[in-house]
């Protein structure tokens, strides 16, 4: 009698559990707009959720540690005139994340490291451009500012947010909506999915489809498709009897998939979520009440079911949070953020482990905050890898770092002279900089001291009301 044997592997036995009640977010009104986007973006100083706003588009920023109820004053994020779409925080800075929106725009925002004591309503930059609702972000993954939108026009915009110019505009490429875009590591080629039921792979430098491939799930619904770290491709959709499907394909054989999965019949579209670091893809879909995860691997059958955490309540939406956000003391080595009607929940995915020391094994390092290319430096056609950081001592945040936005003068397309600087070089001497706050400074206690003697003057008045009435 053969003996089954069993797949090595150590993430076999990886398991989900959600937070304690106290950890949750609680008395949020999550926004209830018809769109598949997650709604929540997480990083590892805050996070942000799309709520519900009368009169505009707006979302709600948290520090990660402010859990409990959320006070209903708190401040928002406030500056569209119809519903936020999508969020999505930039990789290179912890401080900056940018909002689509049915108006049509993209804004760019720096989120304060104090709570502020009213709504943000300015933000860093409005990127104009599309001429329909802007429903996708995608931050460029090694390359500083670099800001991909994809709007209901059909056009993917590849922006620079430090100067506000649009560096690409693939205009011509999608004869229907846009569904999904997703970058690969070195952020050189470009996955979308689009209503016309192709998948595509473009190089959006060039300008170019590099391939694709027509009908890669029968189903009508829409289809989902993410990068491996390898190079291939993670499709989610659906059969043509509506049953919903995992697919990993090999972009120079677009022909079979090299594996397929099918789960349950639901109508609920699956949003991916790939983790590099462990080649581990969870599956959530909108209106689920459950997680499941694949491990991807060089051997068959490619694509092994590892398990399913289920909960009682269905997901909203659900943020996942970078690697170097885990607790790596705890061997956790995923974080989803689960956006319930009025909450938002953590749950927390975990390897378990006999010792109490860094394991190698699970965490390699790990993309990091630092940028590997600036913007004009990847349009020229350099690529760069990310530069990795190591969670062996576990991640700190750095503290607030500021974007300065320096809007070029599109009258003067003069390159500028002399050794180009990176974006985060102060363009002003330091004497020039302190001569300026200490002016601010001054004008600002002048005001303050006009502001009390008018206080002076009307408590007198008050007081001489009051006598005269007595």
């Not at 709504?119 to 409005?126: F, Y």
């Not at 470009?190 to 027509?214: F, M, N, S, W």
């Not at 059969?239 to 677009?254: I, T, Y």
Request: charged share 25%; glycine share 6%; hydrophobic share 35%.
């Amino acid at each position: 009698m053969s003996r089954r044997v069993v797949r090595q592997s150590k993430f076999r036995h990886v398991f989900g559990q959600a937070a304690k009640a106290d950890q949750a977010y609680e008395d949020i009104r999550v926004s209830k707009v018809t769109w598949d986007s997650s709604f929540c973006a997480v990083n590892p100083k805050f996070l942000a959720i799309i709520v519900e706003a009368g009169g505009g588009g707006a979302f709600i920023v948290l520090p990660l540690a402010k859990t409990g109820r959320v006070d209903k004053n708190f401040p928002l994020v406030t500056g569209h005139t119809a519903p936020v779409l999508d969020i999505d925080w930039c990789p290179h800075n912890d401080n900056v994340i940018a909002s689509a929106s049915d108006d049509t725009t993209v804004m760019v925002w720096q989120i304060p490291d104090y709570t502020p004591m009213r709504n943000i309503t300015e933000p860093i930059i409005t990127l104009e451009g599309h001429s329909k609702r802007v429903g996708i972000l995608s931050w460029h993954p090694t390359a500083r500012n670099v800001l991909l939108s994809a709007g209901g026009d059909n056009v993917i915009i590849i922006w620079n947010v430090g100067t506000g110019e649009v560096l690409l505009s693939l205009d011509d490429m999608h004869p229907d909506v846009i569904h999904s875009v997703c970058w690969n590591s070195n952020g050189s080629l470009l996955a979308t999915t689009c209503k016309d039921k192709t998948l595509r792979i473009i190089d959006p430098r060039k300008g170019q489809v590099v391939a694709e491939r027509a009908r890669p799930h029968e189903g009508a619904r829409p289809l989902r498709a993410v990068f491996t770290a390898d190079g291939k491709l993670l499709s989610t959709g659906f059969s043509r009897m509506s049953e919903r499907q995992l697919a990993l394909w090999d972009p120079n054989n677009f022909e079979e998939p090299v594996a397929l999965q099918e789960m349950d019949t639901s109508n609920g579209v699956l949003l991916p979520f790939y983790d590099p670091d462990s080649s581990i893809v969870y599956l959530c879909g909108k209106g689920d009440s459950s997680i499941r995860y694949f491990e991807i691997t060089d051997e068959p059958p490619f694509v092994h079911y590892l398990n399913t955490f289920s909960s009682k309540e269905p997901q909203r939406g659900m943020g996942f949070m970078p690697k170097r956000g885990l607790d790596v003391s705890k061997c956790e080595i995923a974080r989803f953020y689960k956006l319930h009607e009025r909450k938002c929940e953590p749950i927390i995915m975990t390897v378990p482990r006999k010792s109490d020391l860094f394991q190698d094994d699970l965490y390699p390092d790990t993309p990091g905050p630092e940028p590997a290319l600036e913007a004009d430096e990847w349009l020229a056609g350099q690529d760069a890898e990310p530069v990795l950081i190591s969670l062996r001592d576990g991640y700190v945040p750095p503290k607030h770092r500021e974007l300065r936005v320096t809007k070029r003068n599109i009258l003067d397309a003069r390159p500028p002279s002399g050794p180009r600087r990176s974006q985060s070089a102060s363009d002003a001497p330091l004497s020039h900089t302190l001569e300026t706050l200490l002016e601010e400074i001054k004008a600002l206690r002048e005001r303050v001291q006009a502001q009390e003697q008018r206080i002076t003057a009307l408590e007198n008045m008050l007081c001489e009301l009051v006598d005269g009435t007595d």
